[in-house]
């Protein structure tokens, strides 16, 4: 049976506070290309994911792993640069591993980034989305991360997840791009298992449930991070069209499109997340 193994939490926080003196309030998780953010946290503290006892660790190229423990934006932060997913065979226990080590250091803001495939007509590559709300495809028939024995530290058994996004923070988001002229949208996240991309019917029947994005990520730590009571901010960076309106040649290079683009798009985001752990600070 799948279940949170308390000990193995404790020991991996324990591991984290004896190579650090950071004691992050905000958490990050960077997804596919998006790492160069972590360069820009200030006397950083670094750990291999291999390194820290029970951490999963990424086998697919462009997820370095790797912990970060620093200041960006003038608060405390733990960065995940890369992050495991359920298709490459781990369970959601392990996927979000993580986020219960980072509720163990005292995190209790989150902030997950994506790349994901736009559905809605005006979500083009290279746009950025502040995720408002999620559908949860995998977790819908059962497939939750909280599966399992409950441990009423960490959570409570039903966690509400009507406002799994924060408004607030949501609304610094925006406040934040509006300030620098960057053009941000808003929507929702669906997520799919993978790692097969969607085909032309999934994508019409995804538009038709209310998705607006997909992606194979996020949702999972984003319910870990809820049910830990955190504030949760989710933010997409628009890498490709979708299946059913992109030609046979871009289908090729999908996976290379999603690294490619996020490239573009990196510095425009690490604005807009300095900017906001920036406001986030003086809020505190
Ligand atoms: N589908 C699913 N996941 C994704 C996509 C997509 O088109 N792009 C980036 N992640």
Sequence with gaps: MEHVARDDILQAADFVRAHTTYKPTVGLVLGSGLSLLAQRVSQPDQ??????????????????GRLILGELGGVTVCLMQGRVHYYEGYSLAQVTFPIRVMQALGVNTLIVTNAAGGIRQDLQAGDLMAINDHLNLPGLSGNNPLRGANDDDLGERFPDMSRAYDPQLLQMLHAEAEQ?????????????????????AEIRFLRLIGADAVGMSTVPEVIVARHAGMRVLGISLISNPTIDSINAEQIQTLHEAVLETAQRAVPVLTILIEGLLQRLGRSQ
């Excluded at 002229?181 to 808003?186: A, F, S, T, V």
Aim: glycine share 12%.
């Design 47 to 64: 750990l291999l994911y291999q390194d820290i006892p029970h951490f999963p660790h990424s086998t697919v190229v462009g997820h370095t």
């Design 180 to 200: 620098h002229g960057i053009p941000l949208k808003e929507g929702v996240y669906a997520m799919v298992g993978g790692p097969s991309f969607e085909t032309p």
